[in-house]
């Protein structure tokens, strides 16, 4: 079987009516495609998510969108697309059943800590209008901040314009975060180039979902299967997919450009930004803990569970939707839980658990602390923090061990064995960390005596009994 390639790909398309019905091809001239975009953060979500995007745009015959994928650091992924000229297949899973797509916007990979020096000169491009990321929670750092401001840097040097600066991660408020990342950065350097940044420069805050498990060998196997071409990159996602970003664009044009391809241009992200944030995330790392001590694999696998399935339901419809303003929220929860049974995808509880030091705060506890301010229950969350705090054992309740990944794991699983077996003094040592719970709830006893009864009962019965003494109580 041959390999994906430029010329294979160009082989296909002439070759059309001997193809699968249910494969799409880049049929654009790949060559005209300038890379417009610079990406930060080449993994998954990207290629599944904003690069079918500017492959849309790339489709209709814009050629400012192609796409330089930068992996922080990983090389694997950058050199095994670039051995493929940039292609991989999409597998798009959904009830109506599987389709593909060769997706053909990434014209370029390179690898940040390998290259810097390449990745600045290409955010300094004349040709460069974009940059997105998707780098994760926990690189929002000085790293991330000197390589950027030093494009930028370049930029305003060389007499260019500025830059439409796109953060595409799960972060509250993540185009403001960024923006606050580089000027700090930027000032520190010197005040004219903060002050650049901030006049021609856009930071729009975003909310993207798509849910795209990691690769593996299976979408490679599959991909084969259904296209008769070997894609060592080949991935798969659901059908899917919500981009919604506010307008504010270096290119006032390019809202309306990014809208026909179906994004979402509003004012006002916060309402998107929060419901998905705690409705899905906020969901989702619940299901990851559940899943991960009671030795289910899958988010598929969990919530086929009807009692974790009504315990996710009540999340959502107690203690998340009063919160937020979303229009239509119980149609959004009723498509979230159907996505989430979604068996194709396979996504991984443990892939989802890990970080969940810096993802708690984002999706739990920003609703615990408005919702005690206000005198309202958290008794769900107070659920699944026991569960979290149990999960950190690292071994499930069939005795088989499993790996924490997470900046804090050596911390959290030294809290966690320390007090195994004391929940009272387990909940205190643990909900201490200020990073992960804020200042006031470890004092908070409405929160402390709550998470501690579960853990209490979780410690007795186990995580499956205590789970439906918790539903009978609802
Ligand atoms: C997940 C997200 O891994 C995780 O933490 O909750 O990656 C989730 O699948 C995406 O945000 C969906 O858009």
């Given at each position: 079987m041959r390999a994906l390639s430029q010329a294979l790909l160009n082989e296909l398309i002439d070759s059309a009516?001997?193809?699968?019905?249910s494969l799409t091809l880049p049929r654009y001239d790949r060559r005209q495609a300038a890379a417009g975009v610079i990406h930060f953060g080449l993994g998954a979500f990207h290629r599944a998510h904003q690069a079918v995007v500017f492959d849309a745009l790339l489709a209709a015959?814009?050629?400012?969108?192609g796409v330089l994928g930068v992996a922080m650091r990983s090389t694997q992924l950058a050199d095994a697309l670039a051995r493929q000229d940039g292609l991989y297949t999409l597998q798009i899973a959904s009830a109506a059943g599987r389709r593909w797509q060769i997706v053909g916007a990434i014209r370029q990979t390179c690898v940040a800590s390998r290259e810097p020096q390449y990745v600045i000169d290409a955010v300094a491009m004349p040709a460069t209008r974009w940059v997105t990321l998707s780098?994760?929670?926990?690189?929002?750092?000085p790293d991330l901040a000197a390589l950027l401001v030093k494009g930028l840097a370049a930029r305003q040097a060389a007499g260019l314009g500025g830059l439409t600066m796109a953060s595409c991660d799960n972060l509250t408020g993540n185009g403001d975060k960024l923006r606050a990342l580089c000027v700090g950065a930027a000032q520190s350097i010197n005040a004219s180039l903060a002050a650049w940044i901030v006049t021609h420069c856009a930071f729009p805050n975003s909310m993207v979902d798509r849910i795209v498990p990691a690769a593996t060998g299976q979408h490679r196997l599959d991909a084969a299967q259904a296209t008769g071409v070997d894609d060592a990159c080949a991935l798969g996602t659901e059908n899917f997919w919500e981009w919604v970003i506010e307008d504010?664009?270096?290119?006032?044009a390019d809202g309306a450009l990014l809208a026909s391809a179906g994004v979402t241009v509003v004012q006002d992200v916060l309402p998107f930004e929060q419901a998905k944030l705690c409705m899905l995330n906020g969901s989702h790392t619940a299901i990851a803990v559940l899943g991960a001590v009671m030795g289910l694999p899958t988010v598929s696998d969990c919530v086929a569970n009807g009692q974790i399935h009504r315990f996710v339901h009540g999340l959502m419809t107690d203690v998340m939707m009063p919160q937020l303003r979303r229009p239509d929220l119980p149609a959004y929860r009723d498509a979230l839980l159907a996505r989430f049974a979604?068996?194709?995808?396979?996504?991984k509880v443990h892939q989802i658990a890990s970080d969940s030091s810096l993802k708690i705060p984002l999706r739990w506890v920003s609703t615990v602390t408005a919702r005690l301010a206000a005198g309202q229950q958290v008794e769900a969350l107070a659920f699944a923090s026991a569960v979290w705090m149990r999960y950190l054992l690292s071994e499930d309740e069939n005795g088989q061990p499993y790996t924490i990944s997470d900046p804090m794991a050596a911390t959290l699983q030294e809290l966690a064995q320390q007090h195994r077996g004391d929940a009272a003094a387990t909940v205190q040592a643990l909900t201490a960390l200020p990073s992960i719970w804020g200042e006031m709830l470890h004092a908070d006893i409405r929160w402390t005596s709550r998470v501690t009864f579960w853990l209490e009962r979780i410690q007795a019965v186990g995580v499956a009994l205590a789970l439906d003494e918790f539903n009978s109580a609802q």
């Open positions: 009516d001997a193809l699968p019905a015959g814009d050629m400012r969108w780098v994760t929670e926990k690189a929002y750092g504010r664009f270096v290119d006032p979604n068996p194709d995808l396979r996504h």
